[in-house]
Nanobody, 119 residues
Framework: QVQLVESGGGLVQAGGSLRLSCAAA????????MGWYRQTPGKQRELVGN???????HYADSVKGRFTISRDFAKPFLYLQMNNLKPEDTADYYC?????????????WGKGTLVTVSS
């Protein structure tokens, strides 16, 4: 079992920055895939970016060049540094960890943290 807890959300003006943190506990492996997703009311949850082990992160086109994912394997924590925020970045942000068991994915989710960007 894995537990994920996000923090760092809040209200920020357009052009500002926020840093989200995700604290992971339980059976977390360095090779696990971890990522950030976001969701707004009435829309599907979408991938913001993810990172498999120590590989180069992958980002959605909408956040490339503005958001950076990093991981602290020792704690273990996952971070999302968000710069030059836009009103369209407003959403609930969720931390995800994906493990593979006998070829089948097992997803773990945090409860989310709200980011609101004012214009």
């Amino acid at each position: 079992q894995v537990q994920l807890v996000e923090s760092g959300g809040g209200l920020v003006q357009a052009g500002g920055s926020l840093r989200l943190s995700c604290a992971a506990a339980g059976r977390v492996l360095d090779i696990d895939e971890m990522g950030w997703y976001r969701q707004t009311p009435g829309k599907q949850r979408e991938l913001v970016g993810n990172k498999i082990g120590d590989d180069t992160p992958h980002y959605a086109d909408s956040v490339k060049g503005r958001f950076t994912i990093s991981r602290d394997f020792a704690k273990p924590f996952l971070y999302l540094q968000m710069n030059n925020l836009k009103p369209e970045d407003t959403a609930d942000y969720y931390c995800n960890l994906k493990q593979w068991n006998s070829g089948a994915p097992q997803d773990y989710w945090g409860k989310g943290t709200l980011v609101t960007v004012s214009s």
